[in-house]
């Protein structure tokens, strides 16, 4: 990969004009090597424009702290749905609670806020998250890129925002200076349909391109379910949340909702961004369709 596309990486990431939020600077409370989960979260909203990826870390211990009380909150309230005859949920999921459909159909929107509240106070006590997230409209990249079809468009925003988080994520550490050198990174994503060998061939390009100055950091991406992986509804909150900013900040209006409620949170903090058509047209003239083809992804 040419190393033009970590300089044209630099110069969009520092653009406020394409900043949703932040960068929040709360404290890192990161020794030599964390645990990262990244989610990738793509929903419908209005028009279904926005492809939103986002992902949380911190070191392993806070995610231990969250995983334990997260399912202690998800018993607790199971126990009483069931006392009252209601259907039981399975898991925290962001657009349902929100929309109260599917699980959460017939909950209330006071009863949905509170729930909601409790994951916020979990996130809080586990203490020291740290969040990244990037967006992409993907009529604009499909037109930009000619890529034609729907299922070629999906692996497209995929391949770019995992590299860009991943760009991101390095960046952020790096910035803490001394003592962070020797940081390992695995990642982990929510499993997809179709997509894992496209997430993976992303994370090898960029991994082995040797002009990517913290490629040396990331250790291995693997999916995962939210069965099995509780710090993904977590990640899947994030994710959905970043995605409803970028409607607000196109309205013109603050940040709001969920996310500024967790942005409020003294243990919080991160920085969101998207690419607009012109950021894709800087990123094809430097780099044609290169980034598109990673040797992994399926044709």
């Known amino acids: 990969m040419r190393s033009c596309l970590e300089t044209f990486t630099n110069s969009i990431l520092t653009d406020p004009l394409r900043e949703l939020w932040g960068p ?116 604009e990249l499909g037109d ?35 003592g962070y050198e020797n940081t390992k990174i695995p990642l982990i994503h929510d499993r997809t349909t179709g997509n894992d060998l496209t997430i993976l061939g992303a994370f090898n390009q960029l991994k082995d391109d040797k002009t990517f100055r913290s490629r040396h950091m990331f250790t291995t991406i693997a999916p995962m379910g939210w069965e099995d992986c509780i710090p993904l509804q977590a990640a899947d909150m994030i994710a959905y949340e970043s995605r409803k900013q970028i409607y607000r900040h196109n309205r013109g209006e603050d940040l709001g909702g969920e996310i500024k409620a967790l942005l409020d949170l003294p243990s919080f903090g991160g920085c969101a961004f998207y690419f607009r058509r012109d950021n894709l047209e800087e990123l094809k003239r430097l780099m044609g369709n290169l980034w598109l083809n990673p040797v992994t992804s399926p044709k």
């Open 24 to 139: 929040f600077a709360i404290p890192f409370m990161f020794e030599e090597s964390y645990f990262l989960v990244l989610s990738g979260y793509f929903d419908e909203s209005e028009d279904a424009d926005w492809f939103t990826l986002g992902c949380m870390f911190s070191v392993g211990l806070h995610w231990d702290w969250l995983t334990v009380d997260w399912k202690n909150c998800l018993e607790r309230k199971n126990k009483q749905l069931s006392k009252e005859g209601r259907p039981l949920i399975s898991r925290f999921h962001a657009t349902d609670c929100w929309q109260g459909s599917k699980e959460f159909q017939g909950w209330e929107p006071p009863e949905r806020e509170a729930f909601r509240a409790e994951f916020r106070s979990i996130i809080d006590s586990a203490d020291g998250f740290h969040i990244v997230s990037h967006s992409v409209k993907v009529s």
């Open 144 to 178: 930009v890129f000619r890529i034609n079809t729907p299922k070629k468009r999906n692996r497209a925003c995929y391949r770019l925002l995992v590299q860009y988080l991943m760009m991101q994520i390095g960046n952020d550490v790096e910035s803490r200076g001394a």
